[in-house]
């Protein structure tokens, strides 16, 4: 297995993609499980040592592992982050950790979302039911179809009071090697976002050659009409992801944390 970008992917248009969802439903899924370790000094819900997440192993835009960022992020967020009375958004959640750590820490909602895919969603909410207790999730945590770009009303109808509030913390973990949606990506963020909350975005360079296209996304960002500022706060070292792929493991196993927020 080779990592992302799979550059027919990144170049695709959305109408492509929901093709290639659209063929083989009749076909049985495959999944694996992954058990997430929390870290030693939990704050919140010390109970839940470990949290166990299904991945479905086909109709995969890249949902099929959990990623080195979503690790990482999952780890920095149970040490330092608070979430009380925050709404927290995911987009491309995946497997979806570090929005379950943002609930276990007592986050007002969590609204976990990924790709449209009718086997995608189902795999959110299949670990949204099963990886936690039911005492966490229950009328707080959600998953929903979210396309990057489109517009996000739906997402807004699980928080207290819809017409007025919106997401305090928007979580992008290992997104923007996906260089063609750099924009959608920061469309969704720019319309979900509070004034003041935070889009928390980790990520790898897995083609260490791609590096420029990667950070980018900083760029665009810093731009008009999102007009976010970026702050690089942290780096962690993890194992490479992909041991034979090309360039300095030390770059590929590097997780990156940035921060982007509203100037
Ligand atoms: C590399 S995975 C990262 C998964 C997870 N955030 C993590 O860190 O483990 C990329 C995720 O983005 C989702 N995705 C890809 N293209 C998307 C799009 N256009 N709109 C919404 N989600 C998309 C995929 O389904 C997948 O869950």
């Given at each position: 297995m080779s990592s992302p970008p799979?550059?027919?992917?990144?170049?695709?248009?959305?109408?492509?993609?929901?093709?290639?969802?659209?063929?083989?439903?009749?076909?049985?899924?495959?999944?694996?499980?992954?058990?997430?370790?929390?870290?030693?000094?939990?704050?919140?819900?010390?109970?839940?040592?470990?949290?166990?997440?299904?991945?479905?192993?086909?109709?995969?835009?890249w949902?099929?592992l959990p990623w080195n960022a979503g690790i990482a992020l999952s780890d920095y967020?149970?040490?330092?982050?608070?979430?009380?009375?925050?709404?927290?958004?995911?987009?491309g959640?995946g497997?979806?950790l570090p929005?379950?750590?943002?609930?276990?820490?007592?986050?007002?909602?969590?609204?976990?979302?990924?790709?449209?895919?009718?086997?995608?969603?189902?795999?959110?909410?299949?670990?949204?039911?099963?990886?936690?207790?039911?005492?966490?999730?229950?009328?707080?945590?959600?998953?929903?179809?979210?396309?990057?770009?489109?517009?996000?009303?739906?997402?807004?109808?699980?928080?207290?009071?819809?017409?007025?509030?919106?997401?305090?913390?928007?979580?992008l973990s290992d997104l923007i090697f996906n260089h063609?949606?750099?924009?959608?990506?920061?469309?969704?963020?720019?319309?979900?976002?509070?004034?003041?909350?935070?889009?928390y975005v980790t990520f790898s360079h897995h083609r260490p050659n791609r590096i420029a296209k990667d950070l980018?996304f900083f760029?665009?960002?810093?731009?008009?009409?999102?007009?976010?500022?970026?702050?690089k706060?942290n780096e962690r070292r993890m194992c490479a992801m992909f041991e034979n792929d090309l360039g300095p493991e030390e770059i590929r196993s590097t997780v990156c944390f940035y921060?982007?927020?509203?100037?």
């Amino acid at each position: 297995m080779s990592s992302p970008p799979n550059k027919s992917v990144e170049i695709m248009e959305d109408s492509v993609i929901q093709n290639i969802f659209g063929e083989s439903s009749e076909e049985e899924l495959e999944f694996s499980y992954h058990t997430y370790k929390r870290i030693e000094n939990t704050r919140e819900n010390k109970d839940v040592k470990e949290i166990v997440v299904r991945l479905s192993q086909r109709h995969s835009l890249w949902a099929h592992l959990p990623w080195n960022a979503g690790i990482a992020l999952s780890d920095y967020f149970d040490e330092h982050v608070d979430f009380k009375n925050k709404n927290v958004l995911e987009l491309g959640s995946g497997a979806g950790l570090p929005s379950f750590i943002a609930g276990l820490n007592g986050a007002k909602k969590v609204v976990l979302t990924d790709y449209p895919d009718t086997n995608l969603i189902e795999n959110l909410n299949y670990n949204i039911t099963n990886s936690l207790p039911e005492s966490v999730t229950k009328d707080r945590i959600y998953g929903k179809g979210h396309l990057w770009g489109k517009e996000p009303e739906s997402l807004f109808q699980y928080l207290e009071n819809p017409s007025t509030e919106k997401f305090d913390i928007i979580i992008l973990s290992d997104l923007i090697f996906n260089h063609a949606a750099h924009d959608k990506m920061l469309i969704s963020c720019s319309k979900c976002l509070s004034d003041d909350g935070v889009i928390y975005v980790t990520f790898s360079h897995h083609r260490p050659n791609r590096i420029a296209k990667d950070l980018a996304f900083f760029e665009i960002a810093t731009e008009e009409p999102y007009n976010f500022t970026p702050e690089k706060f942290n780096e962690r070292r993890m194992c490479a992801m992909f041991e034979n792929d090309l360039g300095p493991e030390e770059i590929r196993s590097t997780v990156c944390f940035y921060t982007l927020k509203r100037k």
